[in-house]
C-alpha cells in the first residue's frame, strides 16, 4: 500500500462548479498535512496547510479526518486557472521536512 | 517570497556523459535541500536529503555512487548524475526549507534527456 493515494483523475469540472477529492494516508503517526499545487511541468507550490480543525482560504477548504486517515480539498466556484494537479503531503515527523507526496489529483476546469 | 533556482532547466546528454544540477537558496539560508526525480504523471520520489557541510542522506534504491550530491554553502547543492544512461532521463526538482514546518520552496527543475 502506498504512503499517500489520491485519486488520479482528471476530474473534468464545469466552470464555476465546485470539486472535491481526498487523499489517504497509511502511517497513523502522521504529523502535518499540506495540499501543493504543480502546473504541467511545472515546480509544486504550497497551496495550503491542512489543519485538525480543518481550514479555509478564499475559494479553497481542506479538512484533515485522523480516524479514517484523509484529508480533503474542496475548491467552489471552479476558474480555469485552477486546472491544475493538486499533490496531497504528508510528513511523518514532528520535525524536518522530509515530506511524502502523493501521485496528485488532475483537476480539468472547462468552460 | 524565499526563491529557489535550479539550473540548467532542460539539459540533453549522450548516454556515459555526466551532467550536474545546481540548486541555489537566493534569499535565504537552506541547511537541508531535497532531491527528487518525477517521472511523467507520476508522483515526486525523494531521492536524498542534502545537508550543508555533511554527507547526504539517500533513500532505499538511490545510487549514492551515480548521483553525487554536494552542499557545500548554505545556499548550493548540487547533483551531479554520472555515466547518465537512458532512464536517467526524468525531471529533477531540488527543494529547500525556509523552516517553517512543511513549507518546501521548490526549483524550477530540470528535465533530463539522456540520448
Known amino acids: 500500500r502506498k504512503e499517500v493515494e489520491q485519486d488520479p483523475g482528471p476530474f473534468n469540472v464545469p466552470e464555476g462548479a465546485t470539486v472535491a477529492f481526498n487523499c489517504t494516508y497509511s502511517n497513523s503517526a502522521s504529523q502535518s498535512f499540506f495540499w501543493y499545487r504543480q502546473d504541467c511541468r511545472k515546480e509544486p507550490k504550497l497551496l495550503m496547510s491542512?489543519?485538525?480543525s480543518g481550514n479555509e482560504d478564499g475559494r479553497f477548504t481542506a479538512q484533515l479526518n485522523r480516524a479514517s486517515q484523509y484529508i480533503s480539498l474542496l475548491i467552489r466556484d471552479s476558474k480555469l486557472s485552477d486546472s491544475a494537479t493538486y499533490l496531497c503531503v504528508v510528513n511523518p515527523r514532528a520535525a524536518g521536512n522530509k515530506l511524502t507526496f502523493g501521485g496528485g489529483t488532475r483537476v480539468l476546469v472547462k468552460p | 517570497g524565499a526563491v529557489v533556482s535550479q539550473h540548467p532547466s532542460r539539459v540533453i546528454c549522450k548516454s556515459g556523459t555526466s551532467v550536474k544540477i545546481e540548486c541555489r537558496s537566493l534569499?535565504?539560508?537552506?541547511?537541508?535541500m531535497f532531491w527528487y526525480r518525477q517521472f511523467p504523471k507520476k508522483s515526486l520520489m525523494l531521492m536524498a536529503t542534502s545537508n550543508e557541510g555533511s554527507k547526504a542522506t539517500y533513500e532505499q534504491g538511490v545510487e549514492k555512487d551515480k548521483f553525487l550530491i554536494n552542499h557545500a554553502s548554505l545556499t548550493l547543492s548540487t547533483l551531479t548524475v554520472t555515466s547518465a544512461h537512458p532512464e536517467d532521463s526524468s525531471f529533477y526538482i531540488c527543494s529547500a526549507t525556509s523552516g517553517v514546518p512543511g513549507e518546501l520552496f521548490f526549483g524550477e527543475g530540470s528535465r533530463l534527456t539522456v540520448l
Open positions: 491542512v489543519y485538525s
Open positions: 534569499d535565504f539560508q537552506a541547511t537541508t
